[in-house]
């Protein structure tokens, strides 16, 4: 039980990690990008390509790759997406362009570094540390903390400084905003930039303790929206709520039934919720966008 409730807590926190870069994104936008499951894979290999193939130390590949993401996720924001917002084309227009450029930049992963699974560990495999009844390795000590050292840095930085003030300001309002002075370009401007450092910070872990494939950043942004729809649009509690219902379920699922039913369970909660609940643990009701 120890083990289940250890595997529990890391799926929470990723997924919680994940939802809150697409949250920002999303209230300031109007749509799901889909584009972030790239940058969530992309992360992953640059680092496999900094560590493995140029031998550079894990932690300064792990930052380059950051910012590498954060360059990519940027250059796509003005390249594509702020043209769009620009001629307010529909949201579902949007995510459509959002898929087609995630399967054109997965593609472009596929043909470089292959479809096979690729890891960036080189460090001996040894037996986890035993706490409570459950063996809880260092690659899965490093993911809760740093998981949870990124989501007070990123909610502290949305309540207690003024870029999270425009940020929330043009999620809100963002026609009040630009009466009272406040650009909506550079409120998703920098929600971007929050959302491809968290994103790109998840892929890193994820690929650290699961290995990567190319399509690995899809199931898990995948993940993340689910848990954003049932925790609803308020604040950070109410997409922990959904994004432990979520991983507690997964993972109850693989134990009784087996690892092949968390696909399953997460849109049979999905579609649950959006019987019943739909707009999700916090009552609020999405803005309009199409997923």
Do not use: C
Not at 120 to 128: A, D, L, N, Q, S
Not at 144 to 161: M, Q, Y
């Amino acid at each position: 039980m120890g083990q289940l409730v250890l595997n529990i807590t890391q799926s929470t926190l990723l997924y919680l990690v994940i939802a809150f870069s697409l949250k920002y994104t999303y209230t300031t936008t109007g749509f799901f990008n889909i584009a972030y499951a790239i940058i969530i894979t992309i992360s992953a290999y640059f680092t496999f390509l900094l560590t493995i193939t140029f031998n550079i130390n894990l932690f300064i590949g792990s930052v380059y790759s950051i910012l590498f993401s954060l360059l990519l996720s940027v250059s796509i924001y003005f390249i594509i997406f702020k043209p769009l917002l620009k001629t307010k084309v529909p949201s579902w227009q949007m995510l459509i362009a959002s898929i087609g450029l995630y399967i054109i930049l997965q593609n472009i992963i596929s043909l470089y570094f292959g479809d096979d699974t690729k890891s960036f560990r080189t460090w001996k495999v040894k037996e986890g540390h035993q706490i409570l009844g459950a063996y809880i390795t260092d690659v899965q000590i490093i993911t809760i903390v740093v998981s949870i050292v990124v989501l007070i840095l990123s909610w502290l930085l949305i309540e207690k400084t003024n870029i999270g003030k425009q940020i929330k300001a043009v999620s809100s309002n963002p026609s009040l905003s630009n009466i009272f002075g406040i650009s909506a370009n550079k409120a998703i401007l920098y929600s971007f930039v929050l959302g491809s450092i968290l994103a790109s910070v998840a892929g890193i872990l994820i690929a650290a303790d699961t290995d990567m494939t190319p399509t690995m950043g899809f199931n898990w942004l995948l993940y993340a929206v689910v848990a954003m729809i049932i925790g609803g649009m308020g604040k950070m509690r109410y997409l922990l709520f959904g994004a432990l219902l979520l991983a507690t379920a997964q993972h109850l699922s693989a134990y009784y039934l087996d690892s092949k039913w968390m696909n399953a369970t997460a849109y049979i909660i999905l579609i649950v919720f959006l019987f019943f609940k739909p707009y999700g643990f916090s009552g609020k009701k999405l803005k309009k966008a199409e997923l």
